[in-house]
Nanobody, 120 residues
Framework: VQLQASGGGLVQAGGSLRLSCAPS????????MAWYRQAPGNQREFVAA???????NYADSVKGRFTISKDNAKNTVYLQMNRLKPEDTAVYYC???????????????WGQGTLVTVSS
């Protein structure tokens, strides 16, 4: 699955950004979704995840500040980031699992990454 991630940029500490991630092609449903991030010199780490049933899970470092969601009409996954901190600076990657038809198989893929820079 090809994914187009966008919404990154430069923001001051305390500010907000909303990242978007849209899978290409025909989409019947978005099932599981997640965001990860990788800061310079660090390994990729989990940020947030959501299931088709509505359950969500967050890393402790972002809990209460970030929200993962999806818009089924737009076939887009979001990560709303509020009260950003300099330590949130990283390249953010989305992961999405989709179905292209009723009862069809799952397809998944990773976005290309979008850079978020938070200045102090």
């Amino acid at each position: 699955v090809q994914l187009q991630a966008s919404g990154g940029g430069l923001v001051q500490a305390g500010g907000s950004l909303r990242l978007s991630c849209a899978p290409s092609g025909n989409i019947f449903s978005i099932n599981n979704m997640a965001w990860y991030r990788q800061a310079p010199g660090n390994q990729r780490e989990f940020v947030a995840a959501g299931t088709s049933g509505g359950a969500t899970n967050y890393a402790d470092s972002v809990k209460g500040r970030f929200t993962i969601s999806k818009d089924n009409a737009k076939n887009t996954v979001y990560l709303q980031m509020n009260r950003l901190k300099p330590e949130d600076t990283a390249v953010y990657y989305c992961y999405v699992e989709i179905r292209r038809s009723v009862g069809g198989r799952n397809y998944d893929g990773w976005g290309q990454g979008t850079l978020v820079t938070v200045s102090s």
